[in-house]
């Protein structure tokens, strides 16, 4: 008897088990207000630099949209598919620290002043710790396996 050969992860036997698990994850009440949350602070690091005033800064500005809206892109693709983005949840930690640690980085003369950088350290620290608590989440699933 001769079996049909498949080759590739896709024919891997845990491929199933891993994709119903963060289905299963996705699906969770936690899970949804983690993504939800998410797309929340990236839309208001996008908006961020008119509401807190940036004036006067403009590689900051245009650092926060950019970074702003890569987290809400995100946070939106792991609303509408998430057992594809969940994997993806590990990018949204270190756009946080990004955020932390722009305002020194990005100014060229590191004189970012007090509101810009209260403002990036707290919706920094904000979507480093969703992105964190999203990875946890799956990894939590993985851990205690199926119920």
Same mark, same amino acid.
């Given at each position: &008897?001769?079996?049909?050969?498949?080759?590739?992860?896709?024919?891997?036997?845990?491929?199933?088990? &891993?994709r119903?698990? #963060?289905?299963?994850?996705?699906?969770?009440g936690?899970? +949804?207000?983690?993504?939800?949350?998410?797309?929340?602070?990236? !839309?208001?690091?996008?908006?961020?630099?008119? *509401? %807190?005033? $940036?004036?006067? /800064?403009? $590689?900051?500005?245009?650092?926060n949209?950019?970074?702003? #809206? /890569?987290?809400?892109?995100?946070?939106?693709?792991?609303?509408? *598919?998430?057992?594809?983005?969940?994997r #993806? @949840?590990?990018? !949204?930690?270190?756009?946080?620290?990004w955020?932390?640690?722009?305002?020194w980085? %990005? /100014?060229?003369?590191?004189?970012?002043?007090?509101?810009? +950088?209260a403002?990036?350290?707290?919706?920094? @620290?904000? /979507?480093?710790?969703l992105?964190?608590?999203? &990875?946890?989440?799956?990894?939590?699933? @993985?851990?205690?396996?199926?119920?």
């Amino acid at each position: &008897m001769s079996y049909p050969q498949q080759s590739g992860m896709g024919a891997h036997p845990d491929v199933a088990e &891993m994709r119903e698990r #963060l289905e299963r994850t996705a699906a969770s009440g936690p899970a +949804i207000a983690v993504e939800g949350a998410i797309l929340l602070a990236g !839309v208001y690091a996008a908006i961020s630099p008119w *509401v %807190v005033h $940036f004036s006067g /800064t403009p $590689f900051i500005t245009v650092n926060n949209l950019i970074v702003g #809206l /890569t987290v809400g892109l995100i946070g939106l693709c792991m609303t509408l *598919v998430p057992e594809r983005m969940l994997r #993806l @949840a590990w990018v !949204v930690a270190p756009l946080g620290v990004w955020l932390i640690i722009s305002p020194w980085v %990005v /100014t060229a003369t590191h004189s970012a002043r007090a509101g810009i +950088i209260a403002n990036n350290v707290a919706v920094g @620290a904000v /979507t480093a710790a969703l992105g964190l608590a999203a &990875m946890g989440l799956t990894i939590g699933v @993985a851990r205690r396996g199926p119920q």
